[in-house]
């Protein structure tokens, strides 16, 4: 299976990091194709709302900057993995322009081999994880109908072991 790995945390080594490389060390293990993006390291502007994509464009958008490499990556992935820090109760902002721009390809549906979805989330206070949740199960599960394999957070005594079994299962 390929899997995709949006990490929007601008921090290497913090909590955000190693969700996933506990994910990615155990679903390679498995014989699955990963392919990660420090979205905080790329130049991802923001969606303009031009509509270019859903007219001229034909599902393509307007602007070319580092988003063409996620959305190369995109059309042939089966699984799709969010992890973000939560700032004011919601994903970084780095992260929402990536999902912002994924109107353009994932807009009115998923592509035919995305299937699946995880999200990995990491915060100083246990309960801060509710406009994330919201976005996953409203966008993600609901709207574009992925199987949800889980939202996973840094408060959870053993998250990294929930993890491994999630990726363990794939």
Do not use: W
């Not at 299976?1 to 601008?10: A, E, Q, W």
């Not at 034909?58 to 996620?70: A, F, H, L, P, W």
């Amino acid at each position: 299976m390929k899997i995709l790995v949006l990490n929007g945390s601008p921090r290497p080594n913090g909590n955000t990091a190693k969700m996933v490389g506990v994910f990615r060390e155990v679903a390679e293990k498995n014989g699955h194709e990963v392919v990660c993006f420090n979205v905080c390291k790329m130049n991802i502007k923001g969606c303009l709302a031009c509509e270019y994509c859903h007219g001229k464009g034909q599902g393509t958008c307007v602007q070319k900057d580092d988003m063409q490499e996620i959305y190369k990556e995109l059309k042939d992935t089966e699984m799709l993995v969010l992890a973000a820090p939560i700032y004011y109760h919601g994903i970084s902002g780095q992260l929402k322009c990536v999902i912002d721009r994924f109107y353009s390809a994932l807009y009115p549906t998923a592509s035919e081999s995305l299937r699946k979805t995880a999200m990995f989330l990491s915060s100083g206070d246990p309960d801060m994880y509710d406009g994330a949740k919201f976005s996953y199960d409203g966008d993600f599960l609901g709207y574009l109908g992925l199987e949800g394999c889980g939202i996973f957070t840094n408060h959870d005594n053993d998250v990294f072991g929930k993890i491994r079994k999630m990726a363990d299962s794939l």
